[in-house]
């Protein structure tokens, strides 16, 4: 009889096999981070802010940003974001970053001053825990262009950082099928709708 089908399984002889996808079915794959940009000039300008006051996620996107070669630039206060914004000359922020939970930069009421002043030229992307389901519906109710789990926010931050941090002619961004689908009636509305049609304070 042939055995040779239990030395596959052996493996090196510790007890763990060798594990082959079945025939039909794709190997599991780890995911890849996109390509860093060209290294960032002294002089070059961010087009991408952060309202993140959380220490771990400000070193997570810090570091990503790093590894990209993608200048992000952390803001406190809407004044705050207004002076460096004016250092940017005319040109408008691609992303902004909102930790929705950040008490001191008051996502709500600043979100749609935001989306009132830059129009559709900017998107802007909020995070909070999964459970928060009454702030996310506010967040989109205000302007919010995205709302992710911090998980989800986490496993998309390369692509997210690489796509607003590039020239305007390199925006690609790949999202997983659940945060797709539950992100795309928003995404549609905002990319689909007039130009003069944004959320406006009451």
Not at 50 to 56: E, T
Not at 61 to 84: C, G, H, P
Not at 123 to 151: N, T, W, Y
């Amino acid at each position: 009889m042939d055995h040779s089908y239990r030395a596959a399984l052996a493996g090196n002889g510790n007890g763990q096999g060798a594990r082959r996808p079945r025939p039909g079915f794709a190997a599991p794959f780890a995911p890849v981070d996109p390509e860093p940009l060209p290294a960032l000039r002294e002089d070059s300008t961010s087009r991408i802010f952060a309202f993140v006051d959380d220490l771990f996620f400000a070193a997570k996107i810090q570091e990503t940003a790093r590894k990209l070669n993608v200048k992000v630039e952390f803001a406190k206060s809407d004044k705050d974001l207004a002076e460096r914004m004016l250092q940017n000359g005319e040109e408008k922020p691609s992303l902004i970053i909102f930790d929705l939970n950040n008490a001191n930069a008051k996502p709500l009421t600043l979100i749609p001053k935001l989306k009132a002043k830059l129009k559709k030229g900017t998107s802007i992307i909020g995070f909070l825990s999964h459970v928060q389901g009454d702030l996310k519906q506010k967040a989109h109710e205000v302007g919010c262009d995205m709302v992710l789990p911090r998980s989800a926010f986490s496993q998309n931050l390369p692509n997210l950082l690489r796509r607003h941090g590039a020239p305007e002619d390199e925006s690609d961004m790949v999202l997983p099928r659940s945060a797709f689908s539950q992100n795309l009636p928003n995404l549609l509305r905002r990319h689909g709708a007039p130009e003069d049609e944004t959320p406006t304070l009451q």
